[in-house]
């Protein structure tokens, strides 16, 4: 593993940049530290050896701190009000939180771009040979930077991902090809309902994208059977 700043994120990268010609990007979740994920570079590069040299593994630090929230260490792509969060969830308000657009958002997705778009210019690794995808809020965040932008990724990896600024996304959906997508959601989740996590899988299937959709009797987590079918 080595650390690197793509764009203006700090990022810890496992494989060589300067050979490699696929890319995966994997944002972590709320109240992470950004070496969260660092783990599923080894065990998906042991579930298929297609995984070699070629690939590299990017996993960025989100922008901010949550020392001040008595997390020290854990980082947030944008701030959650977690009491209302919880509110929504159990008076079963989904529609709310699909259509809310959080602030923190817009900022980032563009940091977001930036380390995509410093993929391509600086190692020549183009858009259509990334892999974007993430973990709950990292989940949301590469679907958002998917729908809302011109870029064509060659697909998402979302585990326990939701949908939100649900207006913008289906605005943007109307400009893009299909892509694959596999998606994994525990049918216990306490932090990002299930019912919610099925109207993403439904949606993808609407706009006609090939989609590997793995539901696991399981709660806010990335089980082995969801990295086995990603690899």
């Excluded at 990268?13 to 994997?26: H, P, R, V």
């Excluded at 530290?33 to 996993?59: C, I």
């Excluded at 929230?69 to 980082?75: A, D, E, I, S, Y």
Aim: proline letters at 6%; aromatic letters at 12%.
């Amino acid at each position: 593993m080595t650390t690197y700043k793509l764009g203006t994120l700090n990022c810890t990268i496992d494989g060589k940049l300067d050979s490699a010609t696929w890319a995966c990007i994997f944002c972590h979740g709320f109240g992470a530290p950004g070496t969260d994920l660092v783990t599923l570079a080894e065990e998906l590069r042991y579930a298929s050896s297609e995984l070699d040299d070629r690939w590299v593994f990017v996993f960025p630090e989100a922008p901010l701190s949550l020392d001040h929230l008595g997390l020290p260490g854990g980082r947030a792509w944008w701030e959650i009000n977690m009491m209302r969060l919880q509110q929504l969830l159990q008076t079963q308000q989904w529609d709310v939180l699909m259509d809310a657009k959080p602030p923190g958002l817009d900022e980032a997705h563009q940091l977001f771009l930036g380390l995509t778009d410093e993929l391509q210019s600086e190692f020549g690794i183009s858009c259509d040979h990334q892999l974007w995808g993430g973990f709950s809020q990292g989940a949301m965040l590469s679907t958002d930077v998917f729908f809302r932008s011109d870029r064509q990724p060659a697909g998402l990896i979302l585990y326990s991902g939701t949908i939100i600024n649900r207006e913008e996304w289906r605005a943007g959906s109307e400009k893009k090809q299909p892509v694959q997508v596999f998606q994994s959601h525990g049918s216990i989740d306490p932090v990002l309902p299930y019912d919610a996590a099925l109207l993403l899988r439904d949606w993808f299937r609407e706009l006609n994208f090939p989609l590997d959709f793995v539901s696991f009797p399981g709660g806010h987590t990335i089980p082995y059977e969801a990295l086995a079918r990603t690899a």
